[in-house]
Every structure is written in C-alpha cells, then in structure tokens.
C-alpha cells in the first residue's frame, strides 16, 4: 500500500516506519530539515517537506497516497507543559491539520485514515477495566482539542473507506523523550509520574505503537485502545522504571499538588485509567510484544546500554 505518514521523525515514527517496510509498504513520509529527511531515506522511506497548516500543500503531498497515517504531535516538555500557550502547535496539528489532512486523503481517494490520540481522555474509573465504551471526560479543556481531532479524523471513514483513532498509552522506550526527561528527573530523584501510586496509568512501548499502526491499515472504522497486556498502578510503573535502570527510590508528587498546581487538567496525569486493548486485538490480531511496562522498561534499558557499548 501506498502510505503517507505525518510524525515520522517523532517519538514513534521511525518504529513505524520499519514496521511499515518490513510489511511490504511504500512509505511516504514528512520530515523537515535535511537532517531529518536523511533519516526517513535510511530508514527507507522517501521524504517529504510539506506544511502540514497548509491546506493546498497538503492535498499536493498526500496525492496518490492509499493511506493516510496522522501521528504528528508536538508536546511541550515537561518544562514548559504548564503554559497554555505551549500547546497550541501540539492543539493545532490535532485539529487544523487533521482537517487539511482527511480533505487531502479524500481528494487522493485513499481508502484508510489512521489518527494518533491518547487514552488520557477517559476519566478515572479507579480499577476498573475501561474500554472504548466509556464516554471520555469532556470537562478538560486540555483534551478538547484531542477529542475534536478524532471526530474529524472520523469523518473520512464511510463506504469503501476506513477511519481509524488510536487511542495510545503513554509512550515509552529507549528513545523517547519521555524517557530521557524521566531518567533526567530521577538524577533529583524527582519521578515524572504523579497522583496516588495505587491508581492505575496505561502505557505501550513505541516498538508495539508502530506493529500496531500497521495493524490498523486492515481494522474497521472506530476508536480503539492501544496499550500494554496489563496496565499496571503508578506505584509498580515507577518499580519497574527503577529496576530497569537500576535507580533509587523517586518522589512523585501527589495528586492534592496537581490540583493546585493545574487544577482540574490535573486529572489528565493523575486519573486511573486501567484500559483494555481487547477491542483492537479482537479486530486486527495485534498482540503487544511487551506484556507490561515491566518487561517494556526492562528491554528499553538493554537497548540503550547496548547503543551506549556501541558507540
């Protein structure tokens, strides 16, 4: 199939294109930057320069693509992530540019859109399982733009077509950012994770988003959790992070700070969220390789111990 993917130089883009080359697809991909672009060749895709606010380059782009796979995303650090203003990129590439995107696949007569997003929108539901069933928190104005990206990422899918919205767990693995800012706090033994330790947080290792995107090419339209096997509480998430990279014990802050500090969008980070991802494996036969962030954690620090003796 002929793929056109956004976020290929992020977090779970390069991942993603190794899976979707390794399944036998052409893959074109944005990357700005010569550096970048010199990336998705070696990786083995061709690369794109294209403003993605930019309707009429869009639909130029994304020509003669069968596929459309929006995963762009621009999260603010850790740093910065309490400035509203810091967002609005991240906002923007969820709403304005899914619009341009799905316009230009259907311009293209792509048969499949495939669109990122975040189990962070579903409420707590302490540990209780949650599937795609429940109704997700429109009370937070941080996710609003998340939720609106999907019911326009929705509207592709139709007679002859398939529009697909992966709801993703936090992301980790040897490369992320996540990880790096994570193991940069634990040198202050200062945890990245926040809110009750017994409360419940979804997570999925970045090799397990990119075999699960390309199980999405072949899935129905709908909404459809990806994480691990078995979402594990705050408390055995840090165990394993800890363990992992052989670190001492971390302070995480509690969930009464969150709320003082952020208020009600506090809940985005603090919230127990346990989801299944039953639906998807039923759909597509996706399995994660990592069962839990456990095993995740533990090969995402081989991997990068073994970067670091090949250096």
Known sequence: MKVFLTGATGAIGPATIRALRGAGHDVRAVARGAEKAQLVRELGAEPVTVDLFDPAAVKEAVAGSEAVLHLATNVPPVSRAARKSAWDTHNALRTTATEHLVQAALDAGARTFVKESITF????RGDDWIDEAVPADESIGLLVPTLQGERIALRFGGEGSTSVVLRFGL???PDTRHTEESLRMAR????TVAGNKGAYMTSVHTDDVATAVVAALDAPTGIYNVGDDEPLTRRDYL???RNAFVLGRL???P????????GKSSRVLTASQRCSNQRFRDATGWAPAHRSAREGWAASAAARAQEKSNA
């Open 239 to 241: 165990a394993a992070f």
């Open 251 to 253: 302070f995480s802050a």
């Open 255 to 262: 969930s009464w700070l969150m709320r003082m500090i952020a």
């Open 188 to 191: 202050r033994r200062v945890s």
């Open 171 to 173: 992301f980790y693995g």
């Open 121 to 124: 929108v579903y409420p707590d």
